[in-house]
Antibody, heavy 121, light 106 residues
Framework: EVQLVESGGGLVQPGGSLRLSCAAS????????MRWVRQAPGKGLEWVAN????????YYVDSVKGRFTISRDNAKNSLYLQMNTLRAEDTAVYYC??????????????WGQGTMVTVSS | DIQMTQSPSSLSASVGDRVTITCRAS??????LNWYQQKPGKAPNLLIY???SLQSGVPSRFSGSGSGTDFTLTISSLQPEDFATYYC?????????FGQGTKVEI
């Protein structure tokens, strides 16, 4: 079964750090772009970061540039999001997602169940 | 950045109704437009990719159309399990943006 399972969420104080993990199974992880998407409570979806199959390209939404780092370990079939200098507005459910990317389309076809990050004192 | 405007933000409908949701881009995005369904407390689920291609396993009552700046998601006959929030999403250059969402309620 194709599956993504996130972990690492929790409560953290403003200015703190947290590392999210996403374990992939059931597909060839190293063949896919991977993404993080977040959803603040009661709000819509927001793309956070992308990473290419070999980790050579990474992209971030402006609001997290310089604070968040996306990475992957293809040997461990795992995706990570290192979040530093966290702010209250980073409070959200964080989803990892698999990206199906070709010349003609770019879509998120597999999603994890999400992990909640709460930034509060 | 390209702005995505989704409308309506919510709608009320009944089982069996035909429902149409629109997504408009501030500039042309060709056909790089996807639609997702999200139910409360669950992760989103891909319905339509490349504006009009039905994702595997998605019922045929869902369809997408459009290109350039104007896109539409249509549910031909609304079923009880279709009450959810729907999001459009596009990719332009190195930016990936979701619409604000449309909540489909009874």
């Amino acid at each position: 079964e194709v599956q993504l399972v996130e972990s690492g969420g929790g409560l953290v104080q403003p200015g703190g750090s947290l590392r999210l993990s996403c374990a992939a199974s059931g597909f060839i992880f190293s063949s896919y772009w991977m993404r993080w998407v977040r959803q603040a409570p009661g709000k819509g979806l927001e793309w956070v970061a992308n990473i290419k199959q070999d980790g050579s390209e990474k992209y971030y939404v402006d609001s997290v540039k310089g604070r968040f780092t996306i990475s992957r370990d293809n040997a461990k079939n795992s995706l990570y999001l290192q979040m530093n200098t966290l702010r209250a507005e980073d409070t959200a459910v964080y989803y990892c997602a698999r990206a199906a990317v070709t010349t003609y389309y770019d879509a998120l076809d597999i999603w994890g169940q999400g992990t909640m990050v709460t930034v509060s004192s | 950045d390209i702005q995505m405007t989704q409308s309506p933000s919510s709608l009320s409908a009944s089982v069996g109704d035909r429902v149409t949701i629109t997504c408009r881009a501030s500039q042309s995005i060709s056909r790089y437009l996807n639609w997702y369904q999200q139910k409360p407390g669950k992760a989103p689920n891909l319905l339509i990719y490349a504006a009009s291609s039905l994702q595997s396993g998605v019922p045929s009552r869902f369809s997408g159309s459009g290109s350039g700046t104007d896109f539409t998601l249509t549910i031909s006959s609304l079923q009880p399990e279709d009450f959810a929030t729907y999001y459009c999403q596009h990719k332009y250059s190195t930016s990936w943006t979701f619409g604000q969402g449309t909540k489909v309620e009874i």
